[in-house]
Nanobody
Framework: QVQLRESGGGLVQFGGSLRLSCSAS????????MGWYRQAPGKERELVAS???????NYADSVRGRFTISRDNTNNMMYLQMNSLKPGDTAVYYC???????????????????WGQGTQVTVSS
């Protein structure tokens, strides 16, 4: 089991910045990829950015160049630095972790997805 807790959301003006943090606990050694997702009212949850254990990153087109994802494996933390925020970035932001663990000598793999409770980001125009 992995527990995820986000922090750092809030209200910010157009063009402002926020830094989201995600703290992981539990079976953290099994965490492979992590990421940030967001869900705006009436919309589907969407990927914002992801990062592998080796620090390879991927960004949604809408945030590339404005957001930066990073990860501190030593302290089991993940961050999302959000700059040049727009009203369209308003959403609940969720921390996500994908775990992968070999469970027997035959190489069978157990893979799971975990989510935080979400943190609200509101950008005013």
């Amino acid at each position: 089991q992995v527990q995820l807790r986000e922090s750092g959301g809030g209200l910010v003006q157009f063009g402002g910045s926020l830094r989201l943090s995600c703290s992981a606990s539990g079976s953290v050694s099994s965490i492979n990829a992590m990421g940030w997702y967001r869900q705006a009212p009436g919309k589907e949850r969407e990927l914002v950015a992801s990062i592998t254990r080796g620090a390879s990153t991927n960004y949604a087109d809408s945030v590339r160049g404005r957001f930066t994802i990073s990860r501190d494996n030593t302290n089991n933390m993940m961050y999302l630095q959000m700059n040049s925020l727009k009203p369209g970035d308003t959403a609940v932001y969720y921390c996500h972790a994908h775990t992968r663990k070999v469970v027997n000598v035959e190489g069978a793999v157990d893979e799971r997805d975990y989510w935080g409770q979400g943190t609200q980001v509101t950008v005013s125009s």
